[in-house]
């Protein structure tokens, strides 16, 4: 039996495919994040679209994004994560865009019937969202689908309880509803802070983590500072909408 020897060409050889293959794959990779940006750049304008039929100004999401990167650093959560939910969260709502306008603008109480047609929004920004592979959708899909659970499991759409209730998702619901009620709606002006601050504490343990609602209103000044700011300053969608998604692939 002859056993074949490698030849001094052979190692040249096999160095030039690993080259090849490695270059392959940057390209793929590269082409999988130019395609990963596109559709965040479509669903990001979607949520936008989303945003101004219910809110005025557009501003909801971008104060949205950054308290919950705020709220989750403070809570020990890791760089990824924190620069991660500040793109997620404002896709929260994106879901609104399948509830019809009369629903959605409808300056007066909702009957069951039309309650429950809004709350499908959740069921309908997860399925916008939940068919990609990568996390920052992942984490946006589940943010959609989650951020109306309840601590005490009284929220929609599954009835989630306490821990059962994804990190993204408590985290998103305590700081939209914070900022909700300090906003004018077209229905209400705008709570005071000091109103809004006692009715948070009201729901601790009932709508919102306990533990988060402690060390949110350890913090309020700086999430008040921050709205106050961004009001004061508008803050364009570009960074959002055109951030580069590559550490996230």
Known sequence: MTIPTLTTGAPLTMLAMTNNLNTALEKSNDALVDVSEAHHEVLMRLAI???????????????????????????????????????????????NIGIPEAILKKPGKLSTQERLMMNTHTDIGYKILANSSAPL??????????????????????QLAGDAIPLAGRIVALVDYFDALTTDKRYRAAFSDAQAIEMVLAQS?????PEMV??????????????????ANPLEYGPLVNYSLASFM
């Open 205 to 209: 343990g009932r709508h919102f983590d």
């Open 137 to 158: 959708f992942q984490l946006a899909a589940t943010i959609a689908l989650t951020h109306h659970e309840k601590f005490d499991g009284t929220g929609y759409p599954q």
């Open 49 to 95: 679209a989303a945003e101004y039929r219910d809110d005025y100004t557009g501003q909801h999401i971008i104060r949205l994004g950054y308290m919950a990167e705020k709220l989750s650093a403070l809570l020990g959560e890791s760089d990824e994560f924190c620069h991660m939910i500040r793109l997620a969260a404002p896709m929260h709502d994106v879901g």
């Open 214 to 231: 402690a060390v949110f209103i350890a913090n309020i000044a700086y999430f008040i500072q921050l709205r106050l700011s961004i009001n």
